[in-house]
């Protein structure tokens, strides 16, 4: 059987948990996801856990934060005067905003704290920080690199 490798162009199905067990992501309901292995389409450690699949092959695989979406960085946290709000937009913990980069770039924040005066922006990724485990199923190997 052949086994995919770098520059492999495959198909998988998934499911990505926490370690919890919570289900953040699946490809269940959907097309299989194709990539190409070491094209830097999905993450490093996603990429690895393909590597050496045969098509029809399933199998489980734990990724370290640091192969996923990276460490949590403090340096990536903003605590900001609530001043600096426009009145329409009433900050809660959760929400989702957008916001301009010095550079021009639009970056999606998320509120994760709220204080009297005060609110603590977060850019990091949602899944920084957390070890992600993968239920991976290898579809088919679309081509050969």
């Not at 450690?45 to 590597?51: D, L």
């Not at 609530?82 to 924040?109: K, M, T, W």
Request: no cysteine; charged share 20%; proline share 8%.
């Amino acid at each position: 059987m052949v086994q995919a490798k770098e520059g492999d162009t495959v198909k998988v199905h998934y499911t990505g948990k926490l370690e919890d067990g919570t289900v953040f992501d699946t490809s269940g309901d959907q097309d299989p996801l194709e990539f190409t292995i070491g094209g830097g389409q999905v993450i490093p450690g996603f990429e690895q856990a393909v590597v050496g699949m045969e098509p029809g092959e399933t199998k489980t695989a734990t990724i370290p934060a640091e192969e996923a979406y990276g460490p949590h960085r403090e340096d990536m946290t903003l605590t900001v005067d609530r001043s600096q709000f426009p009145e329409e937009i009433n900050p809660e913990p959760g929400q989702q905003l957008q916001v301009q980069q010095p550079d021009g770039r639009a970056a999606i924040v998320v509120v994760s704290d709220v204080s009297g005066s005060t609110v603590t922006l977060d850019a990091n990724h949602p899944l920084a920080g957390h070890p992600l485990t993968f239920d991976i199923q290898l579809v088919d190997l679309v081509s050969a690199g």
